[in-house]
């Protein structure tokens, strides 16, 4: 069946230092792929989307590509804030429902 | 414009005793999912529901009822609760199957 990995957490970071999120998926057809944030105590809301092969999503400085030939979807942030601690979430959509992986969690230190 | 909300934020129950949860949207979306997350598992999806009228099951169905008699609505019942459903639970929404979920904020739910 369709499924989600993403790198297990926790992830520790500096401020200001790069971050990648590694997240690949197995999934029949073309499904659309999502990263979704969760930060403490709320629910989870979408940070970006891929609706198709090549198409990247970006917001808040983040970014992610959506790469057929390599099924992944891996999330990119240039610099991160203490701001960006939170639990990130891959996702796509298989059929009528919506795949998530583990979440990584990330804290970011001053 | 409130989005997702859910009732209640927080319960405390007895093993053995029932209640209901209960998620309402407000942006007339058509497909509506309850998940539980708990720790080191992620979201897990428990039921969901495709339109009015419709339910159907999900990951981890076991030991939940759900109900959809109202487009905006989406109740998730547990009949006979047992401590292995403490957990934290989301219901989320969204216009159609390729499309954002938009999440409430949660209700925890601790069963004794």
């Known amino acids: 069946g369709d499924s989600v990995t993403q790198m297990e957490g926790p992830v520790t970071l500096s401020e200001e230092a790069c971050l990648t999120i590694?997240?690949?998926?197995?999934?029949?057809?073309?499904?659309?792929l999502f990263w979704y944030v969760q930060y403490p105590g709320e629910g989870l809301q979408l940070l970006l989307k891929?609706?198709?092969?090549?198409d990247k999503g970006s917001n808040k400085g983040f970014e992610a590509t959506y790469r057929k030939e390599t099924t992944s979807f891996h999330l990119e942030k240039g610099s991160v804030q203490v701001s960006d601690s939170a639990v990130y979430f891959c996702?796509?959509?298989?059929?009528?429902?919506?795949?998530f992986g583990p979440g990584t969690s990330l804290s970011v230190i001053p | 414009n409130a989005g997702v909300t859910q009732t209640p934020k927080f319960r405390v129950l007895k093993t053995g005793q029932s209640m209901t949860l209960l998620c309402a949207q407000d942006?007339?979306?058509?497909?509506m999912y309850w998940y539980r997350q708990d720790p080191g598992m992620g979201l897990r999806l428990i039921h969901y529901?495709?339109?009015?009228?419709?339910?159907a099951k999900g990951e981890v169905p076991d030991g939940y009822n759900v109900s959809r008699l109202k487009k905006q609505n989406f109740l998730l019942g547990l009949e006979s609760a047992a401590p292995s459903q403490t957990s934290v639970y989301f219901c989320?929404?969204?216009?159609?199957?390729?499309?954002?979920?938009?999440f409430g904020p949660g209700t925890r739910l601790l069963v004794l």
């Open positions: 891929a609706t198709k092969a090549d």
């Open positions: 996702a796509l959509t298989s059929y009528d429902k919506v795949i």
């Open positions: 529901s495709v339109g009015e009228g419709t339910t």
């Open positions: 989320a929404s969204s216009r159609g199957d390729q499309e954002t979920q938009y």
């Open positions: 942006m007339n979306h058509e497909y």
């Open positions: 590694n997240c690949t998926y197995t999934a029949t057809g073309y499904p659309s």
